[in-house]
């Protein structure tokens, strides 16, 4: 099984300093801020997923003109320093399921395949991913809300989705194009899906990703995969777009899956109120440590007057000071569970106190054997800043990648 990072633009600042909150690089330009594999002495992921839309200037890019234009200079493997001698890929995206929001299923059909060959041509995929539209949304819903109908929209989109890879697949094969072309697979239900996988595969790809996935429960997953199995050529392999599911990934293998991607790691190290930081065996909330001058939340109850700017900042650096000493072992457990109750009571948070004590009675971050947790001691449960959380995202990817290696997922 291969894992694909779909993550190139969260990097962390090496020269930050957790006492001081400040990096040496300031606005940190990505030439001196670290991807994870320039993190971890261990093999992470097989690959970058390099979304389109992130590349197209005035949409939801965080880079400026000139790393945008060194990263066409450069082409996607130097631009993300990928080792050389390293076996790792770049699997071009069209960036669909960014745009799922707008209106897909307009433009013209060879101009819109000739767009994305052109961006996986000049930055040098390994892969590329034909456009899609993306189909968002339980069949189950559907079943019990419209009398079994299928939405027109999600119809036009299955079928705009099989149109574009058709032109797609032979776009790619006029103009000569190196990398290996993927279909994408779309559908409401597992026989759409098996009807879309059909007409790839007459279409002539061998490599199909089903998309749409994510945001189905795993019963909904398992079955579609397995009816997407049924129907497979001998020849067809397939990736699961940003599906995760590792209690799942034997049965996928199983059932024709080679590869996916998932940026799950990190979005759950910032948006999760359960799954902050992962360990083997079981994951932990993170401590909620805002920032008083910097949430705006906390801004404005103090522009009402519900809550007194210096009183928060007292509360968060005390908050600060004792899990430091905790961590030095200069302060008992209550000492920390006394200021956060202090903190969850002042800001009228959602009171996780059982969750961060058995956070603090574990100290995961003190047996974890990866460079994040051993440099930065408990700061790395902390949810409070950008360098923080994505710091624990990247101890999450180290643990995901663990995981993957011991169940002899991960293919060497
Ligand atoms: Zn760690």
Same mark, same amino acid.
């Given at each position: 099984m291969k894992f694909f990072w779909p993550d190139p633009l969260d990097l962390i600042d090496p020269t930050f300093n957790f006492k001081s909150e400040e990096g040496l690089n300031g606005t940190a330009k990505q030439q001196n801020q670290l991807f994870p594999h320039e993190v971890f002495d261990f093999p992470l992921y097989h690959g970058f997923v390099v979304s389109k839309i992130y590349f197209d200037k005035g949409s939801c890019c965080r880079w400026n003109s000139s790393q945008l234009n060194r990263f066409f200079r450069e082409g996607a493997k130097r631009f993300l320093r990928l080792p050389l001698e390293s076996s790792l890929s770049v699997m071009g995206d069209s960036g669909a399921y960014t745009k799922a929001a707008f209106d897909q299923a307009k433009g013209h059909l060879i101009d819109e395949c000739l767009e994305v060959i052109n961006f996986y041509n000049s930055i040098g995929v390994d892969y590329g991913l034909s456009p899609d539209n993306v189909i968002s949304g @339980?069949?189950?819903?559907i079943r019990t809300t419209n009398q079994g109908e299928v939405p027109k929209d999600? %119809? #036009?989109?299955?079928?705009?989705?099989?149109?574009?890879?058709e032109t797609f697949y032979f776009l790619h094969k006029k103009k000569m194009s190196k990398w290996v072309p993927m279909g994408v697979a779309q559908g409401w239900d597992p026989i759409s899906y098996q009807k879309s996988v059909k007409a790839l595969q007459q279409i002539g790809y061998k490599y199909i990703a089903l998309g749409g996935l994510n945001s189905l429960n795993s019963k909904d997953i398992v079955s579609t995969v397995k009816a997407c199995h049924e129907i497979k050529n001998n020849t067809t392999n397939y990736h699961l777009l940003?599906?995760?599911?590792?209690?799942?990934?034997? @049965?996928?293998?199983?059932?024709?899956?080679?590869?996916?991607?998932?940026?799950?790691?990190?979005? %759950? #190290?910032?948006?999760?109120?359960?799954?902050n930081y992962h360990f083997f065996g079981r994951n932990y909330l993170a401590i909620r440590v805002p920032k008083s001058s910097a949430s705006p939340k906390l801004t404005r109850l103090v522009a009402a007057g519900k809550l007194e700017y210096k009183e928060l900042r007292r509360i968060e650096l005390l908050t600060l000071n004792v899990l430091r000493s905790f961590d030095e072992g200069n302060a008992s457990l209550q000492d920390v569970l006394d200021i956060l109750n202090c903190g969850i009571k002042y800001r009228n948070e959602k009171d996780y106190s059982k969750e961060y004590k058995q956070l603090l009675k574990d100290k995961p971050w003190k047996v974890c054997p990866c460079p994040i947790c051993k440099e930065m001691g408990i700061e790395v449960v902390m949810l409070r800043n950008r360098e923080r959380n994505l710091r624990r995202g990247f101890h999450n990817l180290f643990i995901f990648s663990k995981q993957l290696k011991k169940s002899s997922l991960f293919q060497e």
């Amino acid at each position: 099984m291969k894992f694909f990072w779909p993550d190139p633009l969260d990097l962390i600042d090496p020269t930050f300093n957790f006492k001081s909150e400040e990096g040496l690089n300031g606005t940190a330009k990505q030439q001196n801020q670290l991807f994870p594999h320039e993190v971890f002495d261990f093999p992470l992921y097989h690959g970058f997923v390099v979304s389109k839309i992130y590349f197209d200037k005035g949409s939801c890019c965080r880079w400026n003109s000139s790393q945008l234009n060194r990263f066409f200079r450069e082409g996607a493997k130097r631009f993300l320093r990928l080792p050389l001698e390293s076996s790792l890929s770049v699997m071009g995206d069209s960036g669909a399921y960014t745009k799922a929001a707008f209106d897909q299923a307009k433009g013209h059909l060879i101009d819109e395949c000739l767009e994305v060959i052109n961006f996986y041509n000049s930055i040098g995929v390994d892969y590329g991913l034909s456009p899609d539209n993306v189909i968002s949304g @339980l069949w189950n819903e559907i079943r019990t809300t419209n009398q079994g109908e299928v939405p027109k929209d999600w %119809q #036009a989109r299955w079928a705009r989705t099989l149109e574009l890879a058709e032109t797609f697949y032979f776009l790619h094969k006029k103009k000569m194009s190196k990398w290996v072309p993927m279909g994408v697979a779309q559908g409401w239900d597992p026989i759409s899906y098996q009807k879309s996988v059909k007409a790839l595969q007459q279409i002539g790809y061998k490599y199909i990703a089903l998309g749409g996935l994510n945001s189905l429960n795993s019963k909904d997953i398992v079955s579609t995969v397995k009816a997407c199995h049924e129907i497979k050529n001998n020849t067809t392999n397939y990736h699961l777009l940003g599906v995760s599911r590792l209690e799942h990934m034997e @049965l996928f293998k199983q059932n024709g899956v080679i590869s996916f991607d998932s940026s799950m790691p990190i979005r %759950q #190290a910032i948006n999760d109120d359960r799954n902050n930081y992962h360990f083997f065996g079981r994951n932990y909330l993170a401590i909620r440590v805002p920032k008083s001058s910097a949430s705006p939340k906390l801004t404005r109850l103090v522009a009402a007057g519900k809550l007194e700017y210096k009183e928060l900042r007292r509360i968060e650096l005390l908050t600060l000071n004792v899990l430091r000493s905790f961590d030095e072992g200069n302060a008992s457990l209550q000492d920390v569970l006394d200021i956060l109750n202090c903190g969850i009571k002042y800001r009228n948070e959602k009171d996780y106190s059982k969750e961060y004590k058995q956070l603090l009675k574990d100290k995961p971050w003190k047996v974890c054997p990866c460079p994040i947790c051993k440099e930065m001691g408990i700061e790395v449960v902390m949810l409070r800043n950008r360098e923080r959380n994505l710091r624990r995202g990247f101890h999450n990817l180290f643990i995901f990648s663990k995981q993957l290696k011991k169940s002899s997922l991960f293919q060497e």
